[in-house]
Every structure is written in C-alpha cells, then in structure tokens.
C-alpha cells in the first residue's frame, strides 16, 4: 500500500519521485469517472473474448478458465467500447 | 607512488576517466571539449575500459542517456562546453531532480552569439541553480583530481546529486603541464563501486522513475534537493581530507592564497586564479598587502567560509568571466555579497566582468585590479561596482 | 503457437494497469498494455515514456500503472533515454554486474508529438546506433495533452486547434509525414504499422516480433483518441477498422527492408467512411468542399499503391 499522500513530511517522501511498487496505480479508483454503466448479461455472452481486450481500462475480468467475469467497477471509465463492441448484446450501457 | 606525467587538462580530465572505468559514457563532440570523448573512444576501441560508449547525436540525448544509464544502476559520465550544455540544460535539471549522481566534465567556453569558441565562464554561470554540484579547476591537476573526487561526493548517500568539473576551454584544456597521476588500482580503490538503493535493471524490484509531481509533490521534491545541496558540503570535505591522505593534495571549499594577513584580495575562479598568485607574489615583493580566494566549491556555494575568510580585508575585487546581463554585477559577484550581507562582514567590494570570448587576461590587468582596490582601501568607497578590465572603450 | 486471445489474456499477466488516468476510451491503453503483454512472462522490462498523454496519466506520483520499470525524462528524448538504459544493460552484463539468468527488454513509448515531430531526432540516432529495443509511436494524429494541436501526423484538411477549420484556411494544409518509412530508411531489422484490429492479432504479433528482434525495431500504432477526433467514446474499434478497410492505415511491417502487407481488404472503403464519424473532418461534408474528400481519397490511393509496389519490389 501506497503510504504518501499529499500530507507526507518531505523526509518521508521517496527521492526524487521514484516509485518502489511498480503497478500501485491499482490503488487508485477511476470509477467514480463514470457517468453511464455498462451491464453484464452473462446469459447473452457467449465468451467470444472480443470485450476484455478493448477495455482501455483492465476493468473486464478474465479467469483462468479463460471466461470474462462481471465487470470491476473501481475502474470502468464507462466508455461504452466494451458494449459497442460485443456482437451479442450482453453489455447493455445504463 | 604518484606518476609524473605531462597532459593537457582534456587529457587529464580523460585519463582520470579511464581510471574511473564508468559503465556509460554519453557525449557528443564540442569544442574545446572534443578531445574528451575522442581519448575515451580510443580507449573504448582499445578494450582499456568497460564501457559502453554511446555516440549520441546531441547533447541533449548525451544527457537523456546519461539519465537513462544512470536510472538503470550504471556509472555514467559526459563532457561537453558552452552550446553543448546549453542544449542539455533541460536535461540538466531533470538530471539532478532524479537524484542521479552522473559526473559531467565541462570544459567553459563562452555561450553563443554570437558564436565564440573560447573560454569564459558563461556556460557554467547558466546553469548555476540546477542542482549540480560544481567543481572548478585551476589546471590540468586541479581537473585531474577533482574527477577522481567526483563519484565519492556525488554518489554519497546524503548527497545523490549530479556533479560538473569546471576547467577553461583552451587555456587549461589544451595546454600540456606537468602533472601527477595515481596508480589505477589505488584510484579504483578510492572511487570504489557504484551500489544505488533502487534501480532500473533490478527486476527484483521495478521502479518508476520520473512521475508527473503535481502540487502536493514538486515543493518537497525540490526541499530534498537543496536538503542533499546542503549535506554536500561537509561530505567535499570529507572526501578532499580522504584524498590528502591519497596523494598529499590538499583541497577544501575554496583556496586561500596569501590571504590571511592581506589588506586587499581577488575573489575568481580556474585558470586566472593561476595570473592572480603571480601577481600577488609581485605585489607582496612590493611590500602591498595583496591575497587572493580561488573559488573552487561553487555550487554549493560556501556562504560562511567565504565571508569569514574576506571579513578582514580592506576591500576586494571579485572577478566574473560572464557577464549577467543584469545591470547590477556577475554572478559570483552577487553570490559573494549576499553572503557577506548577511553574516554582516561588511567589505567594500568591486565586480569585475572580463575574459570574455576568450579575451586574454594578463597579469597587467590583475594588477590593475590591484591598485584600483588598493584606492578603494583608503577611501573606503566604491564609486562603480559593476567594471570591466580588457575591455576596449573610448576616451573619455 | 498460434494467437488466440483468450488465453493470452488469461494466462499473461497484465503490465499496465487499472487505476491510470487515460480518458475513457482512450486508444491508446489497449494497444500500450497488448504490446506489453506480448513479453514473455518471465522477462523484465524496462519502459521509457516521452512526455504526452501515456506518461503524464500512468504515473502521477505516487503512482505507477506500470509493473516493469518505468523512466520518463522529458518530451523529446524517450530515444535516447532508453539507450542510455540499454547501454548501461549491455555494460554492466558484460561486466558481471547483473544476474547472469533473466533477460531485460527495452520499449519506449511516444505519442505522435514526442516522436514524429520533437523527439524524432532522438528515435533516430537511437535506432540508427543499433540498441536493442522497441520504440512505440502510438499515433493519435495531433498533440493531445496540450489540448490537439497539430503535429506532422496529423491528417491533411483535420481541424485542430493550431490548424483551425476557419472561413480562408480549411483545417491543415499539410499532409502527414509517413514516420514508418522514415524508419525503414534507417535499416533497421524490424518496422511495422498495426492497431487494434480483429481481437489484436496483428498488433501483438507485431509486437512480439518487435520485441524478440534483435536490434532496434519500430512499431506505429495508431490510438484513436475520442476528444481530439471528435467522435463517441464507444466507437473505438469500430474507428479502428475502418481506418484499416479504408487503406487509411494499412496494417504492415518491413522486415530487413521487406515489405509486407498484413491484410488487403478484399473491396477497399472509400475514406469517406472514416471521415464522417469525426468532428475534425466535419467541415469536409459542407457543400462545396467535396474536393476536399476527393483529394483526401486521392492521397490514400496513392499511399496505398505505393505500398503495394514497395511489397512487390522487396520481395523480387
């Protein structure tokens, strides 16, 4: 977990702005961005694998199973590219 | 055992770099630092050093890819002069903003236009507030030995700031003097290995270096800086002490020259500094009181020490090779000052622009500096702090 | 193997992450975090970014979207920066001074901006000295982070806002530069054109090719960019196809000096249908100006066929 915040003394700060945790961007929630939704109609998917890569936002969970799960909604931007992209309509933008 | 050799400073300043060995050499040709990078080619060619030489196609991407080797965990080191540093002054900056101890020997010669390639101090004077420590060097010796020098300041933990080793572009770069060389292995002993906290190449541990550092960052980013510009001074010392002990070449934050019992002194820096001891031993011949402070620690400037050391004078000429363009006087000029204002050492001072474009400096002007302060000694005015000498005029 | 996107998604890990703050839908971030992903899981990477909209929202202290290292120095110079990375990895190798098993790539990233226009001088003299690395240009055709400026990349007659659409001057007058020829021109092992097209096939081929040359590759992409070209958030891929069955972007890589086109669409679109989805171009569709569009279909004609016949000689 990230431990500078914009209350940190200067001594506590890292040098120079280096970052040691490479990928703790994670931490921070572009959510709240979002003014539409997209919907996940898992019983319209049919797993095709076209959604998850055009999410600029990493935000369409894929398993190991290879199988995308309901969207994580800490990140989803609410484009709408995901759901314009599926040929199925199983994301609907609300 | 010291090696006594015959070298220009651009030879000293390249030998000292193969002795350092640094993982990355970054640069691009100028005059009159060419020969830098050109002996260290060779030397690359030749399989003497480790290095990865890299033939950049700029000063620009000869300190971006400084930075980038620097970042990565390696030693890096450039060279270059006036119009070369001029195009890397943005990267200067962030050189010194990521905390990265490269080492930059910067042969002064005068910025452009028009275009000059001799010696003054205004590429030096440009960047004098990026956050690089700044070493000037009288001779070929002086060059030598503070490069040996510079990686043990620059690297040290309290420090962790970019460093430039200063000398004149011509008049030590080019001249062969005699000089005292170490042995490489006790050189390599001294400088030691470059062991950085957090680097690029270590895939234990991912960094990311250089963030966008919005306004809750910059200002405690920047307060770091000068924290590490601050610590940088005792940590000279300590190293230049280290060195004695090395060589029995002594260097601390500025050289006193016949100052102690002087009644009047000049303030300068590299090679007039070598005028200006001839000149002074003329004038102690004579029986006048004459002394003179080299410079040699110029960022961080040695506020204290300097205005202690001219608080007994009856007056003093500092003497600027750039001119500021201000109106008021030259940077060391102003940096001596205020540092005598504020510890309320109260000096009649005088500002002498001069040497610009390589103007050549003689010791007839030195003494006429001489005698200008020693009427200002009697009097205790100034009437025009912001002179010139060698400067051509009319009559009046 | 043979591509299938599912299992590269599942079984590679993402090295660009969540939580960074590109516009939604931005066409940059899935094509930034493919090319990524075509590494080899075990590999290390060191990225370098040019200042530009990637840079400025992946890592704003303190935070990082990257999971390999990161260096960002200045606008014009992620070239040279990372050579100085890359130097400093074949010195200290050499040396000893790195663990002998694990291997470091090298990629930069520059938008349009940062690479065609201020930092090209850098991308040249790095590829022209021969380091081993990746330069990405994702290509969003103006200057973006300063609010759409134009660049060299930008498309003739595209209204921007230092090439505005006004009553005597219709948008830029000026045609874009063709940067991946001008790699090409520099001899180096591996150049390509890709984007975000059919589940990313071509550009993580591409990028996994560039990736595991040995010696400097470049890789063009173009990364739609909704607020500069004036179109709705959603219609990203849908932008991205089109400028590839309009021959706008052809997608197609220069292996040793070889030219080979990736996909020839079976019938050509006219450009037209790339054209009108955009509010840059909407001042092309007013009465009167249908010279603009022929002339814009005229340049991609003739781009196209050049392209053609460079394939055919480099492969005689």
Not at chain 1, 30 to 52: A, H, Y
Request: hydrophobic share 40%.
């Amino acid at each position: 977990m990230t431990t500078i915040n914009a209350n940190t003394p200067m001594e506590k700060m890292t040098s120079g702005g280096d970052i040691y945790e490479a990928g703790n961007a994670r931490e921070f929630k572009t959510g709240d961005w979002r003014s539409v939704k997209p919907i996940f109609l898992s019983e319209k998917c049919k797993q095709c694998g076209l959604c998850f890569p055009v999410c600029p936002d990493d935000a369409i969970p894929v398993n190991k199973d290879c199988k995308r799960e309901d969207f994580n909604y800490d990140y989803c931007k609410g484009c709408g590219v995901c759901a314009k992209t599926c040929p199925f309509g199983a994301i609907e933008m609300k | 055992m010291s090696i006594r050799e015959r070298l220009s400073g651009n030879e000293a300043a390249a030998i000292a770099m193969k002795q350092i060995n640094p993982d990355v050499v970054a640069a691009f040709p100028i005059t009159p630092s060419t020969e830098i990078p050109q002996y260290f080619s060779t030397f690359v060619a030749n399989g003497t050093v480790d290095t990865e030489f890299v033939a950049v196609e700029s000063e620009h991407s000869a300190m971006s890819a400084c930075i980038g080797a620097q970042a990565a965990g390696a030693r890096a080191m450039t060279a270059t002069s006036a119009n070369g540093l001029s195009l890397m002054w943005e990267m200067i900056y962030i050189a010194s903003s990521l905390r990265l101890p490269i080492v930059l020997s910067l042969v002064n010669r005068a910025v452009s236009g028009p275009l000059n390639i001799h010696n003054d101090h205004s590429d030096a004077m440009g960047v004098r507030d990026a956050g690089w420590i700044m070493l000037f060097s009288e001779n070929n010796q002086e060059a030598y030995d503070n490069t040996l020098m510079a990686h043990r300041i620059a690297e040290h933990k309290d420090v962790m700031l970019p460093l430039m080793i200063c000398q004149d572009g011509f008049i030590t770069s080019h001249s062969i003097e005699n000089i005292e060389l170490e042995e490489d292995e006790k050189v390599k002993e001294f400088v030691g290995k470059y062991q950085p906290e957090h680097y690029l190449l270590n895939r234990e541990e991912p960094i990311a270096v250089g963030p966008l550092d919005l306004q809750a960052y910059l200002f405690e980013h920047k307060a770091q800086q000068a924290e590490a510009m601050k610590n940088a001074k005792k940590v000279i010392l300590e190293v230049s002490e280290e060195f004695e002990k090395m060589t029995g070449r002594k260097y601390g934050l500025f050289e006193e020259y016949k100052l102690d019992d002087a009644e009047i002194a000049i303030v300068c820096m590299n090679s007039t500094a070598g005028t200006t001891k001839y000149v002074v031993d003329k004038l102690r011949e004579q029986g006048i009181k004459a002394g003179l402070l080299k410079v040699r620690v110029y960022r961080p400037f040695p506020v204290d020490e300097i205005a202690d050391a001219l608080s007994h004078l009856k007056a003093v000429a500092i003497l600027d090779k750039a001119d500021s363009l201000n109106a008021a006087g030259g940077a060391l000029f102003e940096d001596v000052t205020s540092a005598m204002y504020v510890k309320e050492k109260y000096v009649p001072a005088v500002n002498y622009v001069y040497g610009i474009g390589g103007r050549d400096t003689k010791a007839d002007d030195i003494e006429g500096v001489y005698n200008d302060l020693s009427e200002i000694a009697k009097t205790g005015k100034v009437e025009n702090p912001y002179r010139y000498f060698g400067l051509r005029k009319e009559a009046k | 193997m043979p591509y299938n996107v599912k299992e590269v998604v599942a079984n590679k890990p993402s090295r660009f992450t969540s939580g960074h703050r590109m516009c939604a839908g931005c066409g940059a971030p899935p094509a930034a975090r493919m090319i990524m992903r075509a590494l080899k899981p075990e590999d290390h990477a060191v990225v370098a970014g040019a200042t530009g909209c990637m840079e400025v929202s992946t890592f704003i202290y303190p935070y990082t979207a990257w999971t390999d290292s990161f260096i960002h120095t200045a606008f014009e110079c992620a070239g040279a920066t990372l050579s100085g990375a890359e130097a400093a990895y074949q010195s200290m190798k050499k040396q000893g001074k790195l663990p002998k098993d694990g291997e470091t790539k090298f990629i930069a990233f520059g938008g349009d901006g940062g690479t065609y226009d201020i930092g090209l001088q850098s991308l040249s003299g790095a590829m022209e000295r021969g380091h081993d690395m990746v330069y990405v240009c994702y290509d969003n055709g103006a200057y973006m982070n300063t609010g759409i400026q134009r660049s060299s990349a930008t498309p003739k007659f595209a209204d921007t806002t230092t090439s505005p659409a006004g009553t005597v001057i219709p948008g830029k007058m000026q045609s874009r530069k063709d940067l991946a020829k001008i790699m090409v021109g520099h001899h180096i092992p591996y150049v390509a054109q890709t984007v975000g097209y059919m589940n990313f096939k071509d550009l993580y081929e591409k990028a996994e090719k560039a990736i595991y040359t040995e010696g400097p590759a470049f890789l063009n992409v173009m990364a739609p960019c909704p607020r500069g070209w004036g179109y709705p958030t959603d219609m990203l891929m849908q932008i991205n196809k089109l400028a590839v069955e309009t021959c706008y972007w052809p997608l197609y890589e220069v292996i040793d000096g070889k030219y080979k086109i990736n996909y020839k669409p079976a019938k050509k679109l006219p450009v037209e249908e790339f054209l009108r989805p955009q509010k840059r171009f909407k001042h092309m569709f007013k009465p009167g100006n249908e010279w603009m569009i022929e002339e814009f279909q005229k340049e991609v004609d003739a781009r196209w066929q050049e392209l053609l016949d460079l394939e055919e000689i480099t492969n005689k």
